[in-house]
Each structure stands twice: as structure tokens, then as C-alpha cells.
């Protein structure tokens, strides 16, 4: 366990050594709070128009959908990958039924992705 | 404007220095003091020789080396050492600065232009200085309307999730931050953080360029995910382990991009994905969406985000080395240290000074620290190079390489590696 800590005081200490940066620049730094216009969002000039978290249409929401079933499935062919030494030979035959009914699954979702009229 | 003092006078400019000189001297006092007295109430001193190691005995240090030694020794191998400067952040930092450096020279040279050559004597050397004092300097302006929390957190936490990252690989035998026994999966998780960061920066922002950016960037990271977790399963089964370390051992003879090109192919491109580079920067595309989920970022936050690309940048290149490129394994070219340094000790001038555990560290761990780090620039040059060349590709394009021909490969990989293992080729009984 002491080794994960490790990670997550990597993690801390970056967040340290990097909030300064932050805090320092905000120190010295100008900050005129004369024209709003200054604090509108970026629209490349234009005076910008309705909510920044618009609406708009996501075609590829179907890759997000199949992301969220096919990571899954790739990590737990790690189970399998790890300890494919100690293992014996016929174990693979479950697997490759595990990857025919993931490669199944993977073509009918590609298939479905493609028709835009349902997303 | 520009000009630096208009009505210059060296008596101004003297008393300017003394009265700084005395500001700083009061300051000191008033407060340096009392914290150093502080820590020194609450925090024990390092005990060296049994001794308390005081003012006195740091004096001490600087004429007698033979002191010194064993303290730096307790220093170098301590865990925050390791944390914040060497397999750690100031060394995937400090990669990360001259990265930025000789790209943009690099990129220079490709399209037949100087690159930044004005700060600095030789070719522009001091640009990232200049750059960094512009960038710390400038007013930090945040959109009206986002939410502050939230934007001003998305660089912190970009920055310290690459250097996470970072923690898990392997610089030389026993030089890793972390070494995790279950260090590939640890790996998947830490970039599963980043579609994350990039979503609430660009959500957060609340302005349009920012939210198709970060829209672009999560289908982008998250398609290229499951390529990048595939290809890497040959390794796995070939090693029959998950540890970054043990994989770099496991490849003593042979370099595993050997066997596995198509996974190692497969995994630069899916890298390169992930790192948001071309030809995949659709999320920062600047000729059509501004600069994507970057937009909204200014001043010193933007040059944070930056600097944490860089480091995942490194830490992707030094992944690849340690899992396709034997990592710190190489022939031995540092030279062996000399015998008489720990019998008879260094003669330097007149003197010569006996000096216990002179090696502070070991010679593997030189040799291993340096093949890693041409290995590791080596990658990283091949990173660079197609944002000189190739062009920005559609993000349909992008989608259907991720998922119909990467997956692909990346499954024909994982069956070449079990083929390997079945035939007796590797394994067990094989030439392993």
C-alpha cells in the first residue's frame, strides 16, 4: 500500500509546487476590471450570442456508449493475459469464446454507429 | 513603452538597490526568523552520527566531504528526493522545458524558418526563460460566466495528474517513484483521469470554442483508449507480468518491439491520440476551432496546461520505452569507478581526502539513467516529427481508425503473442 501513497503524493506535490505558479502570476499581474467586454466569453470578436453550454448534436455518442462496455472487457482480458503462463493450453478456449461474442458485440455497435438517423 | 527606465540616474538606481537590500534584511527578520524557529520547534533535525546536525556540523561539512557524504547519500535515496527531483517531477519537468524547446526548433528547421533565436546568446537558448516570465507576468482573465473553482483548479490538476503519471515509470533499476506490483493497470487508470480534467476545464469555461473542444477531446482519448489497453495485452502475456519493472527485466535479451512491431505500431498511434498531437489534434484544432479547450486559458494557466502536456508527453515516451525498448537495458558504457577512491581516497591538489561510501550511486544506475534517456529522447523525436508532416485528418476518420483497424491490429498483436507462447518460441521452455 505504501507504494500507491506514493502516487498520490506525486500527485500532492505537483498540486504544491504548481498552485504557486498560479498564486504568484496573480500577484503580479495587472488586473484592470475597466471594460466587461473584456470578460465575455471568446467568440473570435463577435458579441457573443446565447449560452456557452449549447446544444448541439453528437453523432458519435455511440462510441462513448460502446467505450464504456468495451474498457471494461479489455481490462479484464488482463486477468487472463497475466497468467497466461501458470495457465494450460486449453484454457484459451474460453477466451476465445469471451472474444467472439466482444468481437460480435463490437461489429453490431460499429454497425449501428454508422446510421446517423437513429443518434 | 517598451523603454525600460526613461529617466535613469545611477543615484536612483543606488538607492533603489539598498533600499531593497534593507527591505529584504527587515523582512527577514520579522519573518524568516520566527519560521525557522517554528520548524525548529516542530520538526526533528536529521541525526547523523548521532549527532544533531546543526549549523555548526553543516559548517563543518564544507571542509571536511567525508561528513558530507553519507548525508547527501540519506538525502538522494530519501523518498522525497525521489518525489520531487530525480525519477520524479523536476526530471520529467526538466525534460518536458528542453522538449518544448527543441520542437519548436525542430519545427523551425522543417519548414525552413529560425524559430525563436533573439533571447539568449546561442540560437535562442533562453526563449523558454522569456517565455515563462511573459506568461507569469500576464493578467489571468477568466469568462464571466464560468465557473471559477472548477477553471482555476482544470491546470492544477492537468499538471498533477501527468505528474502521477510520471510516478509509475521506471528510470533505472530500484529509480522509480512508485513501483507498483499491478503498475500497467495503475497506468490505465491515471489516463483515464484526463479525459476527465479536460472535460470539466472546458465545461467550466462555459463559452462555445472550449465545450466542442472538450466534446472532441473526450471522443477522441476515449476511442483511442481501448486500442492503447489492447495493444499493450502482448506484453502482458509475454512477461506474465504487469509490473513496469519486471517488464523491463523480463527483457534482458531481447527488446520486445522484436516480437510485437504491430502492438508497438499500434501503440505509438494511439499515443500519439492521446497526446493530442498531430494528426489527431482535433480537440486544439487552431484553424477551426480557436485553439479547442485551450481557448479560454491565459496567462500562466495556459503555460500550467502546457507544461502538463509536455510531461504526459514524456511520460508516454518514456511508457513506450520501457514496455518496446528495453527501457534501462544496455550495454555497459559508464565506466566502472575506480578502486582506489574507496581504499585510498581522492587526491585532489595536496590533499587527499578519504571519503566512506564515495560512490553515491551506483554505476548500473548511471549506465541505466542514460540509456533510458536517449531511448526516451529518441521517441521523443519521432513524437515531434509528424506535426511537421503530416496533416490534421477528419474526426470521422479519426473515429473509424480508432475502432475498426486499430482494435484490429491490436487483437492480431495479442494473438501473435500467444502464438509465441504456444509454439515454444518464448515462455517457459523457449529463449526467454
Not at chain 1, 107 to 117: E, G, I, P, T, V
Not at chain 2, 120 to 143: A, H, N, T, V, Y
Not at chain 2, 373 to 379: D, E, H
Request: glycine share 8%; charged share 10%.
Amino acid at each position: 500500500m505504501a507504494n500507491y501513497s506514493q502516487v498520490m503524493l506525486m500527485f500532492g506535490f505537483a498540486v504544491v509546487a504548481m498552485a504557486p505558479a498560479l498564486i504568484i502570476s496573480r500577484m503580479i499581474s495587472p488586473r484592470k476590471r475597466s471594460n466587461p467586454v473584456k470578460f465575455l466569453p471568446m467568440e473570435c470578436g463577435q458579441v457573443p450570442s446565447g449560452a456557452g453550454r449549447t446544444h448541439f448534436m453528437m453523432q458519435y455518442y455511440a462510441f462513448i456508449l460502446m467505450f464504456v462496455v468495451f474498457d471494461v472487457m479489455a481490462i479484464f482480458l488482463y486477468a487472463w493475459g497475466a497468467t497466461l503462463l501458470e495457465l494450460e493450453k486449453s484454457t484459451i478456449l474460453p477466451i476465445i469464446a469471451f472474444l467472439g461474442i466482444m468481437f460480435g458485440a463490437m461489429a453490431y455497435a460499429l454497425n449501428q454507429s454508422k446510421r446517423r438517423d437513429i443518434w | 513603452m517598451s523603454v525600460i527606465a526613461p529617466k535613469f540616474k545611477l543615484s536612483y538606481f543606488i538607492k533603489s538597490l539598498t533600499d531593497n537590500i534593507f527591505w529584504i534584511i527587515v523582512l527577514l527578520t520579522l519573518i524568516g526568523i520566527p519560521i525557522i524557529m517554528i520548524v525548529l520547534i516542530f520538526v526533528d533535525l536529521p541525526v547523523h552520527d548521532g549527532e544533531l546536525v546543526n549549523p555548526f556540523l553543516a559548517f563543518t561539512m564544507i571542509f571536511h566531504p567525508e561528513l558530507a557524504v553519507p548525508f547527501l547519500k540519506s538525502i538522494i535515496y530519501s523518498d522525497f528526493f525521489k518525489i520531487a527531483a530525480f525519477p520524479g517531477f523536476g526530471f520529467a519537468a526538466l525534460l518536458a522545458a528542453a522538449t518544448i524547446f527543441a520542437e519548436r526548433k525542430l519545427l523551425a528547421k522543417m519548414q525552413l524558418r529560425v524559430g525563436p533565436f533573439y533571447c539568449g546568446k546561442f540560437e535562442g537558448i533562453l526563449q523558454l526563460m522569456g517565455d515563462g516570465l511573459k506568461l507569469i507576468s500576464k493578467e489571468i482573465i477568466i469568462p464571466a460566466k464560468a465557473d471559477k473553482p472548477l477553471f482555476w483548479a482544470a491546470p492544477v490538476l492537468f499538471v498533477a495528474t501527468a505528474a502521477a503519471f510520471v510516478a509509475l515509470i521506471p528510470v533505472a533499476p530500484g529509480w522509480v517513484v512508485a513501483d507498483l506490483d499491478l503498475g500497467l493497470i495503475a497506468v490505465f487508470a491515471v489516463i483515464g483521469f484526463f479525459p476527465i480534467i479536460t472535460v470539466i476545464s472546458s465545461w467550466s469555461a462555459n463559452s462555445k470554442y472550449p465545450f466542442i473542444g472538450g466534446i472532441r477531446a473526450l471522443h477522441q482519448m476515449v476511442s483511442f483508449e481501448i486500442p492503447l489497453i489492447l495493444s499493450l495485452l502482448g506484453v502482458t502475456i509475454l512477461t506474465g507480468t504487469l509490473s513496469l519493472s519486471e517488464i523491463v527485466h523480463a527483457q534482458e535479451n531481447y527488446w520486445l518491439i522484436v516480437f510485437l512491431p504491430i502492438g508497438a505500431i499500434v501503440f505509438f498511434i494511439s499515443m500519439l491520440a492521446e497526446l493530442e498531437r498531430i494528426p489527431f489534434d482535433l480537440p486544439e484544432a487552431e484553424s477551426e476551432i480557436v485553439a479547442g479547450w485551450l481557448t479560454e486559458f491565459s496567462g500562466m494557466m495556459y503555460g500550467l496546461v502546457q507544461l502538463g502536456s509536455y510531461i504526459k508527453l514524456y511520460a508516454f515516451a518514456g511508457l513506450f520505452v520501457v514496455l518496446f525498448l528495453g527501457g534501462w537495458q544496455g550495454p555497459m558504457v559508464v565506466p566502472p569507478f575506480p578502486e582506489e577512491i574507496i581504499t585510498e581516497g581522492i587526491q585532489a591538489g595536496p590533499i587527499t581526502v578519504q571519503i566512506a561510501g564515495l560512490p553515491i550511486v551506483s554505476q548500473e544506475m548511471l549506465n541505466g539513467t542514460l540509456w533510458f534517456t536517449l531511448k526516451t529522447v529518441a521517441v521523443i523525436f519521432f513524437i515531434l516529427i509528424p506535426r511537421g508532416v503530416f496533416p490534421r485528418i477528419r474526426i470521422d476518420m479519426l473515429l473509424s481508425i480508432g475502432w475498426n483497424k486499430l482494435i484490429a491490429l491490436a487483437f492480431v498483436n495479442m494473438f501473435i503473442a500467444v502464438g509465441l507462447i504456444y509454439a515454444g518460441i518464448l515462455g517457459p521452455g523457449g529463449i526467454w
